[in-house]
């Protein structure tokens, strides 16, 4: 089933999504100073393209410049993904198939707000970054 969903996914939300994620990486990987966003921005780019199946956890190991690069990222590209996500969301919900998709899509809202000091884990390995 999650690979069904993914696949409807990938064709009606996930390339765009993805798109997104890329180029708002591109623009971070321009300067030295915006890299860790950038690569952030990548790495929740996969995590769009196949979400079902995967869960994102806080790292235990972030720490208080995490913080501040969340802060930075929410105010120059967080709330315009957040945005991207409302957008799609909203064409999905309109018929039944896409109901689980247009929740999936509301569910990458916080990453796309604050995505330093996370991780993209297996859902059946959801704790693994807490070791249990």
Same mark, same amino acid.
């Given at each position: 089933?999650?690979?069904?969903?993914n696949?409807?996914?990938?064709? *009606?939300?996930? +390339?765009?999504?993805? !798109?997104g994620y890329?180029?708002?990486g591109?623009?971070c990987?321009?300067? @030295?100073?915006? #890299?860790p966003?950038?690569?952030?921005?990548?790495?929740i780019?996969s995590?769009?393209?196949?979400?079902?199946g995967?869960?994102?956890?806080?790292?235990?190991?972030?720490?208080a410049l995490?913080?501040i690069?969340?802060?930075?990222? *929410?105010?120059v +590209?967080g709330?315009? !993904?957040?945005?991207?996500?409302?957008a799609?969301a909203i064409?999905l919900? @309109?018929s039944? #198939?896409g109901i689980p998709?247009?929740?999936?899509?509301?569910k990458?809202?916080p990453v796309?707000?604050?995505?330093?000091?996370?991780?993209?884990?297996p859902?059946?390995?959801?704790f693994?970054?807490?070791?249990r």
């Amino acid at each position: 089933m999650k690979t069904l969903l993914n696949v409807i996914w990938l064709v *009606f939300a996930g +390339a765009w999504l993805a !798109l997104g994620y890329v180029v708002a990486g591109i623009i971070c990987c321009v300067l @030295v100073v915006t #890299i860790p966003f950038g690569i952030a921005s990548f790495r929740i780019a996969s995590y769009v393209l196949w979400p079902f199946g995967r869960t994102i956890v806080d790292k235990p190991t972030a720490g208080a410049l995490s913080t501040i690069g969340n802060v930075i990222w *929410f105010f120059v +590209a967080g709330i315009w !993904l957040a945005l991207g996500h409302v957008a799609t969301a909203i064409p999905l919900f @309109v018929s039944i #198939i896409g109901i689980p998709m247009g929740i999936a899509n509301l569910k990458l809202i916080p990453v796309s707000l604050v995505p330093l000091g996370k991780q993209i884990v297996p859902t059946d390995r959801a704790f693994a970054a807490y070791g249990r």
